[in-house]
Structure formats: structure tokens, C-alpha cells
T-cell receptor, first 116, second 112 residues
Framework: AQSVTQLDSQVPVFEEAPVELRCNYS??????LFWYVQYPNQGLQLLLKYLSGSTLVKGINGFEAEFNKSQTSFHLRKPSVHISDTAEYFCAVSDLYGGATNKLIFGTGTLLAVQP | NAGVTQTPKFQVLKTGQSMTLQCAQDMNHNSMYWYRQDPGMGLRLIYY???????DKGEVPNGYNVSRLNKREFSLRLESAAPSQTSVYFCASSDQVNQPQHFGDGTRLSIL
């Protein structure tokens, strides 16, 4: 069965500093990987996705993530964060062979708290 | 450009009351989903509908029922609300297996 682990429940960082949010997954089959962002009192928005091809994936708002199959990781990075990046970030995995649906398994989330 | 619309946005119920949460999408997606979000637990799938006319249980289906009314609409019903069902409920939709899900803004439900 698939699972997703986000090791850090909260990551405090100063504005303009770099940040990395960690995500590890376990699966016995090939997977698709996603990062979503949730701003306060809103639904989830897609940041980026890995389906195949290049292991470095670029998303919106200057975020990027690298798929590492040997490490079963999909860490999210940004070289310089802004106050507006304060939000909760969710990593999710989906089974490549999920049939007609794309059932995502979500991690428990990482709260990115950007301080001035 | 509505996307996924959920109603209501907020609701307070008493234990034992029933309620239906509504969800509609205007993206012509085949699949729709209901999740609940609780602090420290991420999102957990309650029920999903792969296509119009089909529904299946997710990770936490107990206490809930769903109806895929048509391709656009997917409702979630609590027949006899319990305090443990206090949560934020999200509806989502997707088109194909390898496409991401689109989420509504959520329904914040409190059960006293």
C-alpha cells in the first residue's frame, strides 16, 4: 500500500531565505507525485506535479521539486521565500495503475511559517 | 471560472441531526471525491465516484453516504451527525488518472 511521510509538521524560516520541505513515499509500483498548497481558509491548489520525464519539476510561485526514485523522495524547494508563501503544503502520491480514478494519498502536511 | 463549488461554507449541527453537503463542478470531469481534513491528519478520502453512476468507499466512509446525481454533482450526506464528524470537508474532481484533482474551498462543519 502507498503511504506518504512529511517529516516536518512545521518549518519556520525567515523571509528571503531558502527552504526545503521534505516528502518521502512508499509504493511497490510506479507513482505520480504532487505538491499542493493550502492558504488559510481555502481549498488546496496544485503547486507542481511529477508524472514522468525530467526529475526536476518546476511549479508556480518559484517552487520546484526533485523526484529521487532511489531515495523515494520528492522534496519541495524554493531559493527565496516571501511572507506570502506562508501556508500549509501537502505532498501526495497516486498509483500509476489506479484504474479509472486517481486516488491521491496525502501526507499530513507541513506548515511553512515565513517570518520577516 | 467557478471550478468546484461547495455549499454551504459553514454549518453547525446538533448531534443526531442530518445534513447534505453539496458539490458541483463545471469542468466536465469524470471523477469526483469527498475528503475530510482534520488537524495533523492531512486529507482522508471518504467516498469517491469514478464516473457518473458509480460510487466507492474511501478510507473513512463510516457515518456517511454519497450520491452522484449527475456528471456535475456529487453530494455527501450525514444521516445522524456525531461530534467526531466535526471537520472541514473538501470536494474535488479530476478528469483522467494522471491529472491532478481540483478542490473546492471546503465546508466547515461543527457538530455539538
Amino acid at each position: 500500500a502507498q503511504s506518504v511521510t512529511q517529516l516536518d509538521s512545521q518549518v519556520p524560516v525567515f523571509e528571503e531565505a531558502p527552504v526545503e520541505l521534505r516528502c518521502n513515499y512508499s509504493s511497490s509500483v510506479s507513482v505520480y507525485l504532487f505538491w499542493y498548497v493550502q492558504y488559510p481558509n481555502q481549498g488546496l491548489q496544485l503547486l507542481l506535479k511529477y508524472l514522468s520525464g525530467s526529475t526536476l519539476v518546476k511549479g508556480i510561485n518559484g517552487f520546484e521539486a526533485e523526484f529521487n526514485k532511489s531515495q523515494t523522495s520528492f522534496h519541495l524547494r524554493k531559493p527565496s521565500v516571501h511572507i506570502s508563501d506562508t501556508a500549509e503544503y501537502f505532498c501526495a502520491v497516486s498509483d500509476l495503475y489506479g484504474g479509472a480514478t486517481n486516488k491521491l494519498i496525502f501526507g499530513t502536511g507541513t506548515l511553512l511559517a515565513v517570518q520577516p | 471560472n467557478a471550478g468546484v463549488t461547495q455549499t454551504p461554507k459553514f454549518q453547525v449541527l446538533k448531534t443526531g441531526q442530518s445534513m447534505t453537503l453539496q458539490c458541483a463542478q463545471d469542468m466536465n470531469h469524470n471523477s469526483m471525491y469527498w475528503y475530510r481534513q482534520d488537524p495533523g491528519m492531512g486529507l482522508r478520502l471518504i467516498y469517491y465516484s469514478a464516473s457518473e453512476g458509480t460510487t466507492d468507499k474511501g478510507e473513512v466512509p463510516n457515518g456517511y453516504n454519497v450520491s452522484r446525481l449527475n456528471k456535475r454533482e456529487f453530494s455527501l450526506r450525514l444521516e445522524s451527525a456525531a461530534p467526531s464528524q466535526t471537520s472541514v470537508y473538501f470536494c474535488a474532481s479530476s478528469d483522467q488518472v494522471n491529472q491532478p484533482q481540483h478542490f473546492g474551498d471546503g465546508t466547515r462543519l461543527s457538530i455539538l
